[in-house]
């Protein structure tokens, strides 16, 4: 059976900082693309980070330059490092994990995230 399960979130004051984990299991991770994605109050899911099976990132214009995606294929973990937080990024995070062939995706139950002013 195919689990992905995000934890890190929590209340954090503007300008902080927190890092989100996904672990995995039932796949084989490191083969995988792994997303982060968000969704706030009100509004649709969009998307935040990815990263492929090669590490390498795309970011939404919204987060660059604040959040890092990583991976830890030995731990079959995800990571998304997310510094200078604003209230804006207040969502629940959900991490998201596509086969190669794209025919395979899975999703986590999510995490929240609440950033203070």
């Known amino acids: 059976q195919v689990q992905l399960g995000e934890s890190g979130g929590g209340l954090v004051q503007a300008g902080g900082s927190l890092r989100l984990s996904c672990a995995a299991s039932?796949?084989?991770?490191?083969?995988?693309?792994v997303n982060w994605y968000r969704q706030a109050p009100g509004k649709q899911r969009e998307f935040v980070a990815g990263i492929t099976s090669a590490a390498s990132t795309n970011y939404a214009d919204s987060v660059k330059g604040r959040f890092t995606i990583s991976r830890d294929n030995a731990k079959n973990t995800a990571y998304l490092q997310m510094n200078s937080l604003e209230p804006e990024d207040t969502a629940v995070y959900y991490c998201?994990?596509?086969?190669?062939?794209?025919?395979?995706?899975?999703w986590g139950q999510g995490t929240q995230v609440t950033v203070s002013s």
């Open positions: 039932g796949i084989i991770f490191g083969i995988h693309y």
């Open positions: 998201k994990a596509v086969s190669p062939s794209g025919s395979r995706v899975y």
